[in-house]
């Protein structure tokens, strides 16, 4: 789902602004943070701007994707000084890339675009993939990616829609006097450059008749079971999210206070929990805050 505004972004930030424009809220912007400590039952945060000592101290620095807009793991090393597990942290939402020299065949495919359906870490996801210079990219493998373990190969299907064997040999079936190629029937269900090199290993100038039940099953089970081995991603210079994070079994849901210090709070993505892409993580985000406010805005009625 996708919301716009009629008014761009400044819009929302500017109604967040005058929900915050009551008293009892100081905005320090911009600022930054350079340490925080916990002295008796206060919060010490020393900024670049000076010092601040607070009761309660959120933690929403977000995770590490996109350090050109300024992430840093500056929440997981808060976290981890004041004695929290971290569960590693890696880039999530992020394209793949492969050994240039494997990839080389793939990578004249750059801008390429079809549907495909991947099967990983117990997910089946069936969107748009993109084939990239350096690897693969678009929603599907955005997805796949936070799934990922290094030194795993993917197991990807080209051409979900239809069973392409079957398609091939009862074509064949019927190719002996038009002499069709394979290149006839698959380009008709997938990209003309993508069909070009999954036939490139077949010999060449056969018709569908001439090749044989063998090669067309073969054929098929390349594209239904395109299998590539990633050597990495693009890191958190591309991607949307981290993984990983403050271990979520060392704060309370219901208002996420740490549950080893108190009046330590955790929102967001520097916690433990990622999002499948859709809006997903903005909606921890604010879910979280949401939580939390409520909570301590109750704790400080008490
Ligand atoms: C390119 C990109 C596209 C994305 N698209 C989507 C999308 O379409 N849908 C979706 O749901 N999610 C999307 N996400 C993910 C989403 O942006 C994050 O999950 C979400 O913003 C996390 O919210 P947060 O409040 O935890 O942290 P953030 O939004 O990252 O906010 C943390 C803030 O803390 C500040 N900060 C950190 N350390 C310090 C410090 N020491 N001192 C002062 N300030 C500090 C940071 O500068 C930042 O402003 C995208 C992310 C990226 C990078």
Redesign the pocket.
Known sequence: M?YFTRDGSHAIVNLLLKHCDTPNIEIHN?????EMQKEGDEFRII?DKGEVRAKYLII????M??PA????D??LHIARKFGHTIVPANPA?VPLVFDPKEWEPFSQLAGVSLRAIIAIGGCVFEDDMLFTHKGLSGPLILNASSYWNEGEELSINLCPSIDLAEVLIEASKSSGSNKSKPASILEQYMPKRLEAVMVGALPPNRNLSELGHKALRQLADSIHNFRVKPTGTQGYK?????SGGVDTKEVDPKSMQSKLVDGLYF?????DIT?H??????????S??VTCARALKSRLSE
């Open positions: 996708q911009p600022v930054s943070v350079l900024c929403g620095t977000g995770g994707a996109a807009v300024g992430a840093t500056f929440g939402l591309k991607a949307e999210a981290m929102i967001g993505e520097v916690l999002g892409l859709g809006g997903y993580n903005f909606q921890w985000a604010w979280s805050a």
